[in-house]
């Protein structure tokens, strides 16, 4: 099952994929990200077929990460169509405190003799 994940915004334009594969001797996680319109980079992950509920979670527990940093759900191949994504938003940050802006005083020097 692949299911693909865009993130739109601030200037950039990425995707990311996750398919797992199961198999007879081994489980595989395949990753895939990138911008799009390109090939992105892919990894592989590989567990033991009795360490199926390990997989699920590493699945469960990437997705969530994604979806709190603003990726959202954009196909799901290999199952039912896609649910709505629940939006995700971060907690605001406080407002930084202002940089201390240091005072330069000028000296004015004057000229006795100019009579300034």
């Known amino acids: 099952m692949t299911r693909r994940f865009e993130f739109h915004g601030h200037g950039s334009n990425k995707f990311w994929e996750i398919e797992t594969v199961l198999g007879a001797y081994e489980h595989t996680i395949i990753l895939r990200w ?35 940093k603003g990726y959202y759900e954009v196909a799901r191949h290999g199952m ?31 000229d006795e003799e100019e009579g300034r």
Do not use: M
């Not at 169509?81 to 004057?110: D, G, T």
């Open 34 to 68: 990138g911008r799009i319109g390109t090939n992105g980079q892919t990894k592989r992950l590989n567990y033991r077929p009795h360490r199926l509920h390990a997989l699920q979670q590493e699945v469960d527990r990437r997705i969530a990460s994604k979806l709190r």
């Open 80 to 110: 039912e169509p896609p649910s709505p994504v629940r939006e995700f938003r971060r907690k605001a940050k406080p407002p930084k405190k202002p940089k201390r802006v240091l005072e330069v005083v000028r000296c004015i020097v004057f």
